[in-house]
C-alpha cells in the first residue's frame, strides 16, 4: 500500500474518532471501536492524537458494568472558534460559534441612524469585547465570515452586486483593520442556509427560505451550497410573485420580497417580530389581515419552489424563527396549490431560530476545521 494511502486512511479514521465523539457528547475508546468497527490499538493511537492536539479530553468515568470504569471522552468544543457577522440595514450581529456549532456569546449592535462608516469599529469592538468577555486568544479563532445582503463573488473577497447598503468600494480591504485572523464575505441567505443543514446534520437536498428583512434563500445538496454560475442561485426574493405589483428596493415591482419580506408584518410593531405574533394570537384585526395575505403568498412561492426543485424546504430568518405553531395552516395552503401531494410534509421551520446568517458564517470555518482534523 502506498505511503498517501496509508496517510489517507489513518487520517480519515481520526476524522471519524473526532466526528463520533462530537455527535455523542460523551463516550468510552470501548463504544468507538465497537460503532466504527476499529481495533482497540487504533482508536486509543488517535485519541492520543487529538489529546495533544487539545481537541478532546476526560469527564469522568461511567457506571461499572464489572471490572474498571471505562473513562468519558468529550470534545472540548471551545477548543477552536469562529466568528460569524450579520450586517443588515438595522443592525450588526458578532457571534461566536463553537466546535458543537453552539453559540458561545453574540452582540447585537443597531446601526438605526448610524454612518455606515461606523461599521468597521463596531465590528473591531464587537470582536474584541466577546474575545476578551470569554476568554479567547486568537489562537483559538478559525477565522470569521461576514454575511451581507448581496452577491458575493466566488473568492468571498468581492460585492458583485448590493443595493440595500452603500457600503465603501474598498470594504473588504477595511475589514482587515477590525479583523485579527482570517476572513471572507458571503451571503446572508446562503450562510443561514448552510448552517440550517449543519445543525441538521444532513447532506440531503434541502431548500432554505429565508424570511427576513429581506427575502432570499439558498440551495443545499450533498453536503455542498449551489451558487450557480453568477453565485446568483437561491434569489428567490427577486422571483416574480405579483406582475405589476408593490414597488421592490431591486427597482423592480412584484417581487416576492416585496410580499414576504419580515417588515410587511412587523411594519406594524415597530421591527418586533415577536410582539406580530403575540397580538396575531391575541386576536389583533391588523395582525390577522396581514398574516392571512402572508400566508396566501408564502402558499404560492412554497408550491413554486416545490415543483422546481422537488425536496425538503426549510423557512427560516426572522419569520420563520416563530413559524412553527402556524406550520399545519401553511402546509395546507400549500397543499391547496400542490399538484402532486396532499400532505406537505416537506415544508419544515428552521432549527437555527435567531441569528442564522452569522451563525452560518461562522460555521463555514467550523465546517473546514472539521472536515481536516
Known amino acids: 500500500m502506498q505511503v498517501s494511502s496509508v496517510m489517507e486512511i489513518k487520517q480519515k479514521n481520526r476524522n471519524r474518532i473526532y466526528r463520533l465523539i462530537l455527535e455523542r457528547g460523551r ?72 466546535l458543537k456549532g453552539e453559540i458561545v456569546d453574540y452582540e447585537r449592535v443597531s446601526v438605526r441612524r448610524r454612518r455606515q462608516e461606523e461599521y468597521i ?119 416574480t410573485l405579483v406582475p405589476g405589483g408593490r414597488p421592490c428596493y431591486c427597482g423592480k415591482r412584484g417581487c416576492v420580497d416585496s410580499y414576504l419580506a419580515s417588515g410587511v408584518l412587523t411594519d406594524y410593531t415597530d421591527g418586533r417580530i415577536e410582539e406580530f405574533f403575540r397580538l396575531l394570537d391575541a386576536g389583533d384585526a391588523e395582525c390577522i389581515r396581514r398574516w392571512e395575505a402572508y400566508k396566501e403568498n408564502l402558499a404560492i412561492v412554497i408550491n413554486n419552489l416545490q415543483c422546481f426543485y422537488d425536496c425538503r424546504i426549510v423557512l427560516g430568518g426572522h419569520v420563520g424563527g416563530c413559524i412553527e405553531p402556524y406550520l399545519d395552516d401553511i402546509r395546507s395552503l400549500a397543499a391547496q396549490r400542490n399538484t402532486h401531494s396532499s400532505q406537505c410534509d416537506y415544508v419544515e421551520a428552521s432549527i437555527l431560530k435567531w441569528e442564522a446568517p452569522a451563525m452560518g458564517a461562522a460555521l463555514l470555518y467550523i465546517d473546514e476545521f472539521v472536515k481536516k482534523i
Not at 58 to 76: H, I, K, N, Q, W
Not at 144 to 159: F, H, K, N, Q, Y
Not at 181 to 208: H, I, V
Not at 223 to 233: C, D, F, I, S, T
Open 121 to 239: 469599529g463596531i465590528i473591531r469592538e464587537g470582536i474584541s469585547g466577546l474575545m476578551e468577555k470569554n476568554h479567547l486568544d486568537s489562537g483559538q479563532v478559525l477565522g470569521a465570515g461576514v454575511a451581507l445582503p448581496a452577491i458575493i463573488g466566488e473568492e468571498g473577497r468581492t460585492i458583485q452586486y448590493m443595493t440595500l447598503l452603500d457600503l465603501p468600494k474598498d470594504f473588504y480591504e477595511r475589514l482587515g483593520e477590525a479583523i485579527p485572523f482570517p476572513y471572507r464575505l458571503c451571503n446572508d441567505a446562503n450562510g443561514a442556509g448552510f448552517g440550517e443543514m449543519w445543525k441538521r446534520k444532513t447532506s440531503s437536498t434541502m431548500l432554505y427560505l429565508f424570511l427576513g428583512a429581506t427575502v432570499g434563500g439558498a440551495i443545499l445538496n450533498n453536503g455542498r451550497l449551489y451558487e450557480g454560475v453568477h453565485q446568483r442561485a437561491g434569489e428567490f426574493g427577486h422571483m
Open 27 to 98: 463516550i468510552s475508546k470501548q463504544e468507538i471501536a465497537y460503532a466504527l468497527g476499529l481495533s482497540l490499538p487504533t482508536v486509543t493511537q488517535n485519541l492520543v492524537r487529538l489529546q495533544e492536539e487539545g481537541l478532546i479530553g476526560e469527564d469522568g468515568t461511567f457506571d461499572s458494568t464489572g471490572g474498571r470504569r471505562a473513562r468519558c471522552l468529550t470534545c472540548l468544543s471551545r477548543a477552536r472558534v469562529a466568528f460569524g457577522i450579520d450586517i443588515t440595514q438595522n443592525h450588526v450581529t458578532i457571534a461566536a460559534a463553537d
